[in-house]
């Protein structure tokens, strides 16, 4: 009797655990879409899965030297850039296929995108302005997917209006 009720417990469908996400969730999936979009669309191996994640660390850097470019001029864009890439927080969460890479990345775009938000005087003001409003629109999208709503929106956003608020102008 005691192996039949242990047999009959095996057999049992196991119940979900309410901590798993809703099978249409789309905030915080962006890692694992990643993977599955490198190890499809270029190859099945660590490496294909991988690419994604390091493209998307890539993303951030050049988003945060376009930061710093805006608020201090090149050379502190340049600086800014080779400070984060010596940063092994950044470089290991770019190569790890259970990394929150996308959060930082589109908090990056979106406060790129926030700053570019400006009275455009000239043709160049023009193209940054609209090279900001994609950037703040692809950011919004990635923090979303990589973060959720609060980590990925309201803290990028919370952060660039206390800035505001302080008096920090780019």
């Known amino acids: 009797p005691a192996v039949q009720a242990a047999v009959n417990k095996a057999e049992q469908p196991i119940e979900k655990c309410a901590r798993q996400q809703p099978p249409g969730a789309v905030a915080r999936t962006l890692t694992g879409r990643a993977a ?24 951030a850097v050049l988003a945060t030297a376009g930061i710093a470019m805006r608020a201090a001029g090149g050379r502190a864009g340049l600086l800014t850039a ?44 023009i193209i940054e302005l609209a090279v900001g409003g994609v950037a703040l629109a692809v950011g919004l999208a990635i923090a979303f997917v990589g973060g959720g709503a609060l980590l990925g929106l309201a ?16």
């Not at 294909?48 to 660390?57: E, F, N, V, W």
């Open 82 to 125: 080779l400070v984060m890439l010596s940063m092994p927080l950044l470089v290991l969460q770019s190569r790890q296929l259970t990394s929150e890479i996308g959060t930082a990345a589109g908090a990056a775009l979106i406060l790129f995108g926030l700053t570019s938000l400006r009275m455009p005087r000239t043709l160049l003001g």
């Open 36 to 59: 599955a979009w490198g190890r499809d669309a270029l190859d099945d191996s660590d490496a294909g899965r991988r690419l994604p994640l390091a493209l998307l660390g890539i993303l």
């Open 155 to 170: 803290v990028p956003l919370l952060a660039f209006a206390a800035a505001g608020s302080f008096g920090v102008t780019a």
